[in-house]
């Protein structure tokens, strides 16, 4: 089932077959001023990738496949685990580390929704590693019609 992101118009459609059906990393399939939707299919033994959003709030529903959520305050202090699969969801709050990890034998299905928009609208990455070269690039970032830019960090000298 192949989505078009047609930005902050109304939409709708069956989001589950669209999940089972989405074989890609990631791809985003609405973005609204406020909110967005995206698919996902992790691969057996991959994940979501280990992560922290500053400024936005997640909701994961699985859709398929089995997996294992992990989430903390720190890095190293993931104290949260949960086994997850069909029919499970996942909150994360702004600024806690989180990851989704692929525990079973077919791809893991799930979508994803972002308050506020994280990513480029109707963007596609068939793969992680093509989420990342694009996120690194800068080509990942929100429409600037919806007004959340993300935060751009830089190192610079210490200051006391």
């Not at 990890?101 to 109707?122: C, F, K, W």
Request: net charge negative; charged share 25%; with cysteine.
């Amino acid at each position: 089932m192949d989505r078009i992101d047609n930005g902050p118009n109304p939409n709708a459609f069956d989001i589950e077959t669209a999940t089972v059906e989405n074989d890609t990393y990631r791809t985003v399939v609405w973005t609204g001023r406020y909110m967005q939707v995206t698919l996902m299919a992790i691969p057996v033994g991959e994940s979501i990738g280990l992560e922290v959003h500053e400024e936005n709030d997640q909701f994961l529903r699985i859709d398929g496949g089995e997996g294992r959520c992990v989430m903390g305050p720190a890095e190293d202090q993931l104290n949260f685990q949960q086994d997850v699969s069909d029919g499970w969801s996942i909150q994360v709050p702004a600024g806690v580390w989180h990851d989704v990890i692929n525990t079973g034998s077919e791809p893991l299905r799930l979508y994803s929704i972002y308050s506020p928009v994280h990513h480029a609208q109707g963007r596609v990455h068939q793969t992680a590693e093509d989420a990342e070269i694009d996120e690194e690039s800068g080509e990942d970032e929100p429409p600037a019609w919806t007004g959340h830019e993300l935060p751009k960090w830089t190192v610079g000298p210490v200051r006391d």
